[in-house]
């Protein structure tokens, strides 16, 4: 059985960081694409960031490139998003995901999806 279970949300002010840890399990980890995904209340669920299973190549959405880094442990088969510089407009519920490759994760073709953790930024 493939889980995926998020962690590190919280709620914290503009400005500050968190780091999101995803743990993966029941799956082959280095044969997926990874990424977060983030939900806001009332709106529908975006595309945030990916990384490609073999060269780790890192690909974000506009609005959190230079904030944010997304990386992977193989050895420990746990999947991080890094963020810095918060803003409240980053308030959302985030997801990570698996899918074969990074276009497909890009374009919300996912295999398989974690259950979410809540980032709340405050102004």
């Known amino acids: 059985q493939v889980q995926l279970v998020e962690s590190g949300g919280g709620l914290v002010q503009a400005g500050d960081s968190l780091r999101l840890s995803c743990a993966a399990s029941g799956l082959s980890f280095s044969r997926y694409a990874l990424g977060w995904f983030r939900q806001a209340p009332g709106k529908e669920r975006e595309f945030v960031a990916v990384?490609?299973?073999?060269?780790?190549?890192?690909y974000y959405e506009d609005s959190v490139k230079g904030r944010f880094t997304i990386s992977r442990d193989s050895a420990k088969n746990t999947l991080y998003l890094q963020m810095n510089s918060l803003k409240p407009e980053d308030t959302a519920v985030y997801f990570c995901?698996?899918?074969?490759?990074?276009?497909?994760?890009?374009?919300?073709?996912?295999?398989?999806w974690g259950q979410g953790t809540q980032v709340t930024v405050s102004s």
């Open positions: 990384i490609s299973r073999n060269l780790n190549i890192a």
């Open positions: 995901a698996a899918g074969d490759v990074s276009a497909s994760v890009r374009n919300s073709k996912i295999d398989y």
